[in-house]
T-cell receptor, first 117, second 115 residues
C-alpha cells in the first residue's frame, strides 16, 4: 500500500484562485519532502525542498510567492498554488525521505493533476 | 547542470516482446542512476538503481547497466507482460547528505503492452 499519500489527485480551479495540495507520509516521519512539477511532454522538475519546521528551499526559477510550501508537521507538507494561471496547469508530485537503519529511502505520492481554467 | 534524456514514447509492444527504453545523462561527478515506474493511479516506485559505473540494477525481470563511457542507463526486459504497462522514468541523483532525495528526471516513457 501507499506510504505517501497525495491529495487531491485531480483538481480544476479558476484562474486567479488558490489551490492547496497535500502530501502526507502515512507510517513514517519525514523531516524532508520534495515537490516536483511536470509540464506536458517535459521532465519532472524539482521545485523545492520542504523542511519540517523551517522555510522551504526553492530551485532557481521557481517563484516562491506563487508556490507556497508549508511543512508544519513531520507527516505533512502542503503546496499552495496561489493566483493560479492557465499556463500553470501541470502535474505535481511529492516525495518524502524516510530515514532508516540501512539508510534513506525515498517514497513518492500518487501525484496531482492541476488544470486552471 | 545535470540532465537526463529519455527515449520518447509512447512505446507499444505485444506480450513477450523485448523491451528497451533508452536513457542517457549529463552530470558532473559520479551520480547514482535510477529507473522509476508509475502504474496508473499510483505513485512513482523505485524499479532499480545503480550507484557506480558498470553496476547492473535488476528487479522484476528488468535490467539496466550503468555505462559511464556512454553516459547511458538503458532499461531492458526480455519478455514484457501486460502488467508492465506503465510510465517509466529514468533519473539521477548527484546529491548526498541532507540533500539526499533530490532527483533529476527524464520526461518519462509510456509503455503499453497488448495481449
Amino acid at each position: 500500500g501507499a506510504v505517501v499519500s497525495q491529495h487531491p489527485s485531480w483538481v480544476i480551479c479558476k484562474s486567479g484562485t488558490s489551490v492547496k495540495i497535500e502530501c502526507r507520509s502515512l507510517d513514517f516521519q519525514a523531516t524532508t519532502m520534495f515537490w516536483y512539477r511536470q509540464f506536458p511532454k517535459q521532465s519532472l522538475m524539482l521545485m523545492a525542498t520542504s523542511n519540517e519546521g523551517s522555510k522551504a528551499t526553492y530551485e532557481q526559477g521557481v517563484e516562491k510567492d506563487k508556490f507556497l510550501i508549508n511543512h508544519a508537521s513531520l507527516t505533512l507538507s502542503t503546496l499552495t498554488v496561489t493566483s493560479a494561471h492557465p499556463e500553470g496547469s501541470s502535474f505535481y508530485i511529492c516525495s518524502a525521505r524516510a530515514m532508516g537503519r540501512s539508510g534513506n529511502t525515498i517514497y513518492f505520492g500518487e501525484g496531482s493533476w492541476l488544470t486552471v481554467v | 547542470g545535470d540532465s537526463v534524456t529519455q527515449m520518447e514514447g509512447p512505446v507499444t509492444l505485444s506480450e513477450e516482446a523485448f523491451l528497451t527504453i533508452n536513457c542517457t545523462y549529463t552530470a558532473t561527478g559520479y551520480p547514482s542512476l535510477f529507473w522509476y515506474v508509475q502504474y496508473p493511479g499510483e505513485g512513482l516506485q523505485l524499479l532499480l538503481k545503480a550507484t557506480k559505473a558498470d553496476d547492473k540494477g535488476s528487479n522484476k525481470g528488468f535490467e539496466a547497466t550503468y555505462r559511464k563511457e556512454t553516459t547511458s542507463f538503458h532499461l531492458e526486459k526480455g519478455s514484457v507482460q501486460v502488467s508492465d504497462s506503465a510510465v517509466y522514468f529514468c533519473a539521477l541523483s548527484n546529491a548526498g547528505g541532507t540533500s539526499y532525495g533530490k532527483l533529476t528526471f527524464g520526461q518519462g516513457t509510456i509503455l503499453t503492452v497488448h495481449p
